[in-house]
């Protein structure tokens, strides 16, 4: 009669645990830019419903229009503007990318009030604004590893050689 084997077999769940650790963190990172992207918008809106107003005005339509200090936020007027600042939430994490939400607007006149092309600058949502600078301080309460980054999209070209 021969022998009969006897097998232990010693297992690991290392990958699966390992697994969940990831996207616990994942999931953790997402929130936290979320948050931020969120009070950033939130600092944008604040800013811009408490600006200081010029005291001399230009008929617009029916209306009056008094735009904003330079230095300051742009004012409310129509709404369009503010109405138009959104925050695009992280996504879920792909290998080889990094996680990042953002807060943006489409409306064509933002950049020019941000920079100051044609009038002074107006900035919002840049490194100059106030909304932007205190977002920066309620990331790093959050997060040491959080960094806020303003993008701009190249200029069209014109055709003019420089």
Known sequence: MKGQPIKV??????DRQITEAIKLYDQNTQRHLDRVANHL?????KRMKSTAKQSVGSPRGKKMHYPSKVGSPPAIDTGRLVNSIHVMRAMPFKSGDTH???VSTNVWYARKLEEGVGVGARPFM???SQAFQNTEKYAEGIASDI??????PKPARTGKKV
């Open 9 to 14: 077999t010693v297992t690991s769940s290392m």
């Open 41 to 45: 918008r939130n600092q944008i809106i």
């Open 100 to 102: 990042s939400s953002s």
């Open 126 to 128: 840049g490194e100059e």
């Open 147 to 152: 960094s806020i980054n303003r993008t701009l």
